[in-house]
């Protein structure tokens, strides 16, 4: 009897060990097929935003810009973080230009140098912004932004594009008050 119970318990440590095996040859299978999915998911994401980006072009395109802004809109809610994000804001600026929206041009372009603030293409969306609030009579706001530019940007093109547009509002104010 005492033989049994020893091959028994030998038999069941052996299916045990058996048992864990399969278990750890299964799971890096699992695994990577966890990680297949997810990136199967980003891809289709990725894919799905493109098209969306490429409808708003059209409509850009087309001249139709209540349809391109709406898409450029739902574009940057449901695909934050996508590839296309800085091509959807020269779109949704672009429309803002036609459509003579000069508050929501600049919000827009303020938005794109907070998204891409050390990029040459971020600061001169700063310095977009900071032209629109001087079209929009707001000069204090513009000259805070281009002296915001001069002080602490690295691209020389920029800084003087900014010291020019300080220079022009300067003149200009010394113009009115006369």
């Not at 700063?126 to 805070?144: H, N």
Request: glycine share 6%; with cysteine.
């Amino acid at each position: 009897m005492r033989q049994n119970s020893t091959v028994w318990n030998l038999f069941k440590r052996a299916i045990s060990a058996l048992g864990i095996l399969v278990f750890l040859g299964f799971l890096p299978l699992t695994l990577s097929a966890e990680r297949s999915i997810s990136q199967i998911f980003a891809n289709e994401r990725t894919k799905q935003g493109d098209l969306l980006y490429q409808k708003a072009k059209e409509f850009l395109e087309d001249r139709n810009h209540y349809q391109s802004v709406e898409s450029c809109k739902s574009f940057l809610l449901l695909y934050p973080g996508h590839p296309k994000t800085r091509d959807i804001r020269k779109i949704l600026s672009s429309n803002y230009r036609m459509t003579g929206d000069i508050l929501a041009l600049a919000e827009n372009e303020l938005k794109t140098y907070k998204e891409f603030p050390n990029t040459e293409e971020g600061l001169e969306s700063y310095l977009i912004s900071g032209k629109a609030f001087v079209r929009m009579g707001r000069e204090d706001k513009a000259y805070q932004i281009f002296q915001d530019i001069i002080k602490n940007t690295y691209s020389s093109k920029i800084a003087q594009e900014a010291e020019l547009e300080l220079t022009q509002m300067e003149i200009l104010g010394e113009s009115k008050n006369k």
